[in-house]
């Protein structure tokens, strides 16, 4: 079994348009996150949530919008896309010790 | 969380051990190092972590110097299922399980058939 999944794999859009990506884990773990790699490869934080409860936000534009229903999901919702959002978006969740990443969904904003 | 500093790129044999260094000259005492690796396409995965004594897992070892301001990543058998970016990390376990993972630029591993 899948430990985080996220769904879609792959996105295209236009500019302006709204779109969600879904994230899952089954691990029980607490604490759950977003991370965006861009272009150039670098992986930031963008988000942490703990228990439902929003923990981190790494100065990201209030055009991303993280939901956590339940402590198992966390999903990340984009208002108004633009160019600069094009990136591949991982989803984490994580226990004291180690995180665990989802396999990534691939945003490419047209 | 304490900066890192790895090589760019680097090669090895298949069937060869791998060895990634990396310096951590500012790495406070109650942080410990952490080595994660992203193969092409996928999620970052967990290697290993330690704090001052050395480790060994399934996956590889991990040798930290006495005066812990650097580290070197052992693969011993690497294959080319290897071939991925490297992360070394340094992060403080004080936090609980809410923390941050700050990723530097990592080192390609290429391993060569």
């Known amino acids: 079994d899948t430990a985080v999944s996220q769904t879609p794999k792959y996105l295209v859009t236009q500019m302006g348009n709204d779109k969600s990506i879904k994230c899952e884990q089954n691990?029980?773990?607490?604490?759950m996150y977003w991370y965006k790699q861009d272009s150039k490869k670098f992986l930031k934080i963008m988000f942490s949530?703990?228990?439902?409860?929003?923990?981190i936000n790494e100065t990201v534009p209030n055009r991303f919008s993280p939901k956590s229903p339940d402590k198992a999901h966390l999903n990340l919702h984009i208002n108004s896309l633009e160019l600069g959002d094009s990136a591949v978006y991982f989803c984490a969740s994580s226990h004291e010790i180690r995180q665990f990443f989802g396999p990534g969904t691939r945003l490419t904003v047209l | 969380d304490a900066k890192t500093t790895q090589p760019t790129s680097m090669d090895c044999a298949e069937g060869r051990a791998a060895n990634l260094p990396c310096n951590h000259s500012t790495i406070s005492g109650n942080e410990y190092v952490y080595w994660y690796r992203q193969i092409h396409s996928q999620g970052p995965q967990y290697i290993i972590h330690g704090l001052k004594n050395n480790e060994t897992n399934e996956m590889a070892s991990l040798i930290i110097t006495e005066d812990r301001k650097s580290s070197t990543l052992i693969l011993p058998h690497a294959t080319l299922r290897d071939t991925a970016v490297y992360y070394c990390i340094v992060r403080d376990l004080s936090g609980g399980s809410n923390y941050k993972l700050t990723f530097g630029k990592g080192t390609l591993l290429t391993v060569n058939p």
């Open positions: 949530y703990n228990n439902k409860e929003l923990i």
């Open positions: 691990l029980g773990h607490d604490t």
